[in-house]
């Protein structure tokens, strides 16, 4: 997964994931009103996740736990968040002490290793040196670190991954990008450090791509961005090739083969969105993201999930409202679906898992807060027959999608304009169910429970019956 760092960003953008279908482009929707008739969606409310911090990020674990870490105000602590799928308040938190006397500084890191192995990464100033990344580690999902480890000795940290069991971090806001690769408990610091895009390194990100490294940065006017294959050193500055350079053209985020620009330097949309061919070490046209219909739009920022880039903005005319969207060839794009406003957060990161759910890390704010982000289920029902006799039953079918075979399934009617529970069942292997109703007159939904961390509550059409003599 990939991490970035926007020197220029005045604040950031929030998200929820998408429907699984590609459409294209084309309505807005209401924060919690997306399939929904007459309900919220409760599930979606942004909670609170700390009292104040500075630039921090997150990682979905192998057992779908949420991991999240930022310094503290003072910059003298790090503090770790875990979050067990679909909940709202820390499962338990960390404590990580900066060096006697020494302050944290730049975006802290977390980066997954695998199984139960978390590390969290920083710049550590100044006791204890200068210049020093320091590692925290745990083998218990995050539930509790090692005493601070020096690991290497960049003068930055705006951007991070992991790469075969090694931590791979990349400086930001000077002159020329350096990465440095790291294992979690090195015997001794490494200083070896590869330079890369020798001129740039104003906006940082970095992800892992076919095994190796892509990295890219701006140098205030123009992106370029370097490859380093596959069991490269990637400490080494031989090991990268460059693979592009996109003239006028700021770097806002790099995830999977997918790279973020925006043109001009603009926060006012018309970001660009590229893909990486790993055949050529060459990348596509630009494909221009959709924005909201009036425009003036900014603080852009992305992750790619499994070949499925999601793209996440601010919409300034929109109270600061953060709009999201996905796509897998920069063509063809799910619809805008708008949620709560990020305007008071300075920075924000994406935590997605495998299935495009977690949530949006507000952190650098006050509160720390964040969004849930759960997946869409769609449902359809309809009716046997629309008019039945008095007395008489008839069938309900429904389908969903996608199919979360033995979900609960609840019937509910409609009654002076709210909604009461009738009955419930269970999703087939199929996405199927059914219902068997009397034959009075009444109106009729279904509504598919949600799988907190997951998905949403899904809200089916409304059918009506009529009852005949």
């Known amino acids: 997964m990939g991490r970035h760092f926007r ?150 940290i705006g951007a ?34 590869a330079t890369v895009n020798g001129s740039a390194g104003s906006d940082t990100s970095l992800t892992t791509y076919n095994g190796g490294v892509l990295v890219a940065s701006d140098d205030t006017t123009n992106t370029h961005v370097a490859f380093a294959p596959s069991a490269s050193d990637f400490s080494s500055s031989g090991a990268y090739t460059s693979v592009g350079t996109f003239a006028n053209e700021l770097t806002t985020a790099i995830s999977g083969n997918a790279l973020l620009t925006d043109p001009g330097g603009s926060i006012t949309g018309g970001e660009r969105l590229r893909f990486f061919n790993a055949a050529s070490k060459t990348f596509g046209p630009g494909h221009r993201v959709p924005d909201t219909k009036e425009g003036d739009d900014g603080y852009f920022t992305m992750q790619d999930v499994g070949g499925t880039v999601h793209v996440f903005f601010e919409g300034r005319r929109y109270g600061y409202d953060v709009f999201t969207e996905a796509t897998r060839d920069g063509v063809h794009w799910t619809p ?59 069938a309900i079918h429904g389908t969903a999608a996608p199919h979360l075979v033995g979900l609960v399934v609840t019937l509910e009617y409609l ?10 069942s269970h999703e087939s292997a199929m996405g199927t169910f059914a219902f068997s109703v009397p034959g009075v007159t009444r109106t009729y939904r279904a509504v598919l429970n949600q799988r907190p961390g997951y998905y949403e509550y899904g809200y089916s059409n409304a059918v009506t019956l009529v009852a005949v003599p």
């Open 336 to 394: 805008l679906v708008q949620f709560g406003s990020a305007i008071f957060a300075s920075s924000l990161a994406p935590v997605l898992g495998p299935t495009g759910a977690g949530l949006l890390f507000e952190n650098d704010g006050a509160p720390l807060k964040a969004q849930p982000i759960l997946n869409r289920q769609s449902v359809h029902i309809t009716l046997a027959a629309h008019r039945v006799k008095a007395g008489h039953s008839v």
């Open 7 to 156: 020197t220029k960003r005045a604040r950031a953008a929030l998200l929820t994931t998408l429907t699984a279908a590609l459409v294209t482009v084309g309505m807005l929707v209401p924060a919690g009103a997306a399939g929904v008739v007459g309900d919220p969606q409760p599930e979606l409310t942004q909670f609170t996740t700390g009292t104040v911090g500075g630039l921090g990020t997150g990682t979905v674990l192998p057992n779908g736990e949420l991991v999240l870490a930022a310094a503290s105000k003072s910059a003298t602590t790090i503090g770790v968040c875990v979050l067990h799928p679909g909940g709202r308040t820390c499962a338990s938190r960390a404590t990580l002490q900066a060096h006697a006397g020494d302050t944290f500084f730049g975006t802290t890191e977390v980066l997954a290793t695998g199984g139960t192995n978390v590390s969290v990464v920083a710049i550590d100033c100044c006791t204890i040196g200068a210049d020093t990344a320091v590692t925290f580690n745990s083998t218990n999902d995050a539930k509790t670190f090692s005493v601070l480890v020096e690991a290497g000795n960049l003068s930055s």
């Open 415 to 424: 009654h002076a304009g709210r909604w009461y529970p009738q009955k419930t």
């Open 160 to 193: 991070g991954t992991e790469v075969g069991g090694q931590l791979v971090v990349a400086t930001y806001g000077q002159a020329g990008t350096q990465v440095q690769a790291f294992v979690p408990h090195p015997g001794s610091p490494v200083t070896a450090f």
